[in-house]
């Protein structure tokens, strides 16, 4: 077991540019979500995966961003024309939801400045 | 939307003392979970209730979940520094997507 991986850790861009995200998950962990979190709020849910399939999206997320997991493993965050407003920590989880129980362990996340 | 509320926000006890955060949820939720985010890190599981009413232990730490599966609460008995951080309550909606709560951010003065 080596843990939610995510990377880059830190990513600093200009506004207007686009950004893609990598998370590796646990392996055999077959559901995958991601959240964004900004300072001194809690992570705010932005989609997840059933293995390769992606079963929900929250409204939040607008059609600059999109995520993929095309392999039912890694899994891809993409922001396409940056804005200041994106400026946030995003955390990815992992969770091989037995039995009901939907522990998710959590990555160190990917820092995103925007200029 | 689904709005999951905590209280309170901000938290500063004496090493020893007792703290408590309450969770609040506007829907009734299947489940509710509990994370600790140390100062500069990621969400950690502490602990899942499913059951209405139900009560559990982690050593000083008790989990509880309201009758009606609305709100939770978590008391720590004699807080320690290594108890300092934020703790999260979190559950999902009936759609699958997960909330997590506003947070209570605890520090322990030595």
């Known amino acids: 077991d080596t843990g939610v991986s995510q990377d880059p850790r830190h990513k600093i861009t200009k506004r207007g540019q686009n950004v893609t995200f990598r998370c590796d998950p646990i392996?055999?962990?077959?559901?995958l979500y991601w959240y964004r979190q900004t300072l001194g709020q809690g992570p705010e849910f932005l989609t997840y995966?059933?293995?390769?399939?992606?079963?929900?999206k929250s409204r939040l997320l607008s059609d600059r961003f999109s995520a993929e997991r095309p392999k039912g493993s890694f899994s891809t965050l993409e922001i396409q024309r940056t804005e200041q407003g994106d400026s946030a920590m995003y955390l990815c989880?992992?969770?091989?939801?037995?039995?009901?129980?939907?522990?998710?362990?959590f990555g160190a996340g990917t820092r995103l400045s925007v200029l | 939307g689904q709005q999951v509320m905590q209280i309170p926000q901000y938290q500063h006890v004496q090493e020893g003392e007792d703290f408590t955060t309450y969770c609040n949820s506007s829907?009734?939720?299947?489940?509710i979970q509990w994370y600790k985010q140390r100062p500069g890190g990621h969400p950690v599981f502490l602990i899942q209730?499913?059951?209405?009413?139900e009560v559990k232990k982690q050593k000083r730490l008790t989990f509880q979940f309201g009758e009606a599966k609305k709100n939770s609460s978590l008391h720590i008995t004699a807080t320690q520094t290594t108890d300092v951080g934020t703790y999260f309550c979190?559950?999902?909606?009936?759609?699958?997507?997960?909330?997590f709560g506003t947070g209570t951010s605890l520090t322990v003065i030595p």
């Open positions: 209730l499913v059951k209405s009413g």
């Open positions: 829907t009734t939720l299947s489940n």
């Open positions: 392996s055999e962990h077959n559901r």
């Open positions: 989880a992992s969770s091989p939801f037995r039995d009901a129980r939907n522990i998710q362990y």
């Open positions: 995966f059933q293995n390769e399939a992606q079963l929900e």
């Open positions: 979190a559950g999902p909606d009936t759609g699958n997507q997960f909330y």
